[in-house]
């Protein structure tokens, strides 16, 4: 222990020297690279990266090769599994191998859980947290957060939920309406619009980046322009366009343009079933080979 103390701070020598000590009898490896900065009077650590070799590495082998040898000397013929294993084992960070950090798709909250219709298509990164039910043939699309812990949310049939849409229900609405979150069927709301304790009735077009807060309601035919605010408790009647901050009303919608509105949802379900299929549970390499 003695002969390369002086290497190391005087605070530290002691409990140092003990761990390298400790190391070196286990390991040849680690005993050469105490020896070599015995006579250059350097750190075994900078001896380490003068050989381009880690520390870290060299302490964690010998696990394997004790192993090794209690096998070679007939010790036990049982460790022959355990020291396979052990050697093979990659070096590195392992956290991409636990599960329990990866994105979980459905969280259930409390006594509330997803439900999602076998028909229904949601992303793999989109997030579906309480109470929230996904109707037939509906769509949750990527990075979409759905997160149901103080009321319930319910997507109706053929309704689209576009890219990074954040949908939630507050425990209780200042207008005294139902705190729930409702889109009805045939539903499109756009790109990183926010839904907030309200209900959008059937047949309805919200457009990107648009706000609906509290006891809002949408009804059936209507169309909100993009970047569209609609404060707590307000009514958008059916069949009229409204746009602005706060929303106001622009014009009634023709007949051509309201037909369009429940096409357009269908649209959005038909290229879900085209995403649904490129999410195997198997790789595509086999279209490389």
Request: aromatic share 6%; glycine share 6%; with cysteine.
């Amino acid at each position: 222990m003695a002969r390369w103390a002086h290497i190391l701070a005087p605070a530290s020598r002691r409990r140092a020297s003990h761990l390298f000590d400790l190391a070196a009898s286990r390991s040849p490896a680690l005993a050469s690279l105490v020896d070599a900065s015995c006579s250059s009077s350097i750190s075994p650590f900078r001896v380490a990266s003068q050989r381009h070799v880690s520390v870290s590495s060299i302490i964690a082998k010998p696990a394997a090769t004790s192993a090794q040898s209690n096998l070679a000397a007939g010790e036990s013929s049982q460790a022959a599994p355990a020291a396979a294993a052990t050697a093979s084992a990659p070096s590195g960070n392992y956290l991409y191998r636990e599960i329990y950090n990866r994105q979980r798709q459905l969280v259930p909250i409390n006594h509330m859980v997803p439900d999602v219709a076998v028909d229904a298509w949601v992303a793999p990164n989109a997030i579906l947290a309480g109470g929230v039910t996904i109707d037939d043939r509906a769509s949750v699309w990527y990075g979409s957060v759905l997160r149901a812990d103080l009321n319930y949310i319910r997507i109706g049939a053929y309704s689209s939920i576009q890219d990074r849409v954040i949908v939630h229900a507050a425990s209780a609405s200042p207008t005294g309406l139902s705190a729930e979150t409702t889109v009805g069927r045939y539903v499109t709301v756009g790109q990183n619009s926010v839904l907030r304790s309200c209900e959008i009735e059937d047949e309805v077009v919200i457009g990107q980046r648009c706000l609906v807060l509290e006891g809002a309601i949408v009804e059936k035919n209507a169309v909100l322009a993009d970047c569209t605010v609609v404060g707590p408790g307000q009514l958008i009647p059916g069949g009229q366009l409204w746009a602005g901050s706060p929303a106001k009303f622009v014009r009634d919608l023709t007949a051509d343009e309201v037909a369009e509105i429940p096409k357009l949802a269908e649209a959005a379900h038909w290229r879900a079933e085209e995403e649904k299929g490129e999410f195997l549970p198997y790789s595509t390499a086999y279209i490389q080979a």
